[in-house]
Protein backbone atom coordinates (compact mmCIF):
# COMPACT_ATOMS: atom_id res chain seq x y z
CA UNK A 1 0.00 0.00 0.00
CA UNK A 2 3.24 2.47 1.21
CA UNK A 3 4.32 1.50 -3.06
CA UNK A 4 1.71 2.91 -4.43
CA UNK A 5 1.04 5.86 -2.34
CA UNK A 6 4.57 6.39 -3.42
CA UNK A 7 4.01 6.31 -6.67
CA UNK A 8 0.71 8.68 -7.12
CA UNK A 9 2.98 10.96 -4.67
CA UNK A 10 6.12 11.18 -7.16
CA UNK A 11 3.63 11.20 -10.64
CA UNK A 12 1.55 14.19 -8.89
CA UNK A 13 4.90 16.02 -8.35
CA UNK A 14 6.11 15.50 -11.12
CA UNK A 15 3.12 16.63 -13.08
CA UNK A 16 2.94 19.92 -11.32
CA UNK A 17 6.91 20.35 -11.53
CA UNK A 18 6.16 19.62 -15.14
CA UNK A 19 3.59 22.43 -15.64
CA UNK A 20 5.98 24.54 -13.65
CA UNK A 21 8.14 23.87 -15.88
CA UNK A 22 6.16 24.66 -19.21
CA UNK A 23 5.89 28.21 -17.71
CA UNK A 24 9.23 28.73 -18.22
CA UNK A 25 9.22 27.52 -21.75
CA UNK A 26 11.17 23.62 -20.60
CA UNK A 27 8.00 21.62 -21.31
CA UNK A 28 8.36 17.75 -21.59
CA UNK A 29 4.71 15.80 -22.29
CA UNK A 30 2.64 15.14 -19.55
CA UNK A 31 2.98 11.12 -20.28
CA UNK A 32 7.07 11.12 -19.67
CA UNK A 33 6.41 13.63 -16.64
CA UNK A 34 4.14 10.80 -14.80
CA UNK A 35 6.41 7.99 -15.51
CA UNK A 36 9.41 9.70 -14.37
CA UNK A 37 7.44 10.74 -11.40
CA UNK A 38 6.59 7.67 -10.49
CA UNK A 39 9.40 5.78 -11.03
CA UNK A 40 11.38 8.48 -9.00
CA UNK A 41 8.42 8.47 -6.57
CA UNK A 42 9.01 5.01 -5.84
CA UNK A 43 13.06 5.14 -5.91
CA UNK A 44 13.17 8.41 -3.32
CA UNK A 45 10.50 6.83 -1.24
CA UNK A 46 12.29 2.95 -0.75
CA UNK A 47 16.12 5.15 -0.16
CA UNK A 48 14.55 7.87 2.11
CA UNK A 49 12.24 5.14 4.14
CA UNK A 50 15.94 2.89 4.51
CA UNK A 51 17.46 6.11 6.10
CA UNK A 52 14.52 7.54 7.58
CA UNK A 53 15.26 5.77 11.15
CA UNK A 54 18.56 6.95 11.54
CA UNK A 55 17.32 10.60 10.46
CA UNK A 56 13.94 10.95 12.50
CA UNK A 57 14.51 8.19 14.71
CA UNK A 58 11.55 5.07 15.23
CA UNK A 59 7.44 5.99 14.13
CA UNK A 60 7.50 8.97 11.33
CA UNK A 61 9.93 7.29 8.98
CA UNK A 62 7.22 6.50 6.20
CA UNK A 63 6.58 10.80 6.05
CA UNK A 64 10.05 10.95 5.50
CA UNK A 65 9.16 8.42 2.77
CA UNK A 66 6.67 10.36 1.31
CA UNK A 67 8.71 13.24 1.46
CA UNK A 68 11.36 11.66 -0.48
CA UNK A 69 8.61 10.28 -3.35
CA UNK A 70 7.89 13.71 -3.87
CA UNK A 71 11.58 15.14 -4.23
CA UNK A 72 13.02 12.32 -6.08
CA UNK A 73 9.82 12.50 -8.38
CA UNK A 74 10.37 16.55 -9.15
CA UNK A 75 14.07 15.35 -9.99
CA UNK A 76 13.36 12.69 -11.98
CA UNK A 77 11.69 15.42 -14.42
CA UNK A 78 14.43 17.28 -14.62
CA UNK A 79 16.91 14.46 -15.71
CA UNK A 80 14.38 13.24 -18.43
CA UNK A 81 14.34 16.60 -19.86
CA UNK A 82 17.68 16.68 -20.08
CA UNK A 83 17.94 12.87 -21.37
CA UNK A 84 15.46 14.03 -24.01
CA UNK A 85 17.03 17.22 -25.48
Avoid at 43 to 52: D, P, S
Avoid at 58 to 81: Q, S
Amino acid sequence: MVMLVWLIIGAVAAIAFGSFMAGAGRESSLAWNAIAGAVGGFVGGYLFTMIAPSLVGPGPEFIVGFLGAAIVGAIAVMIVRAIKR
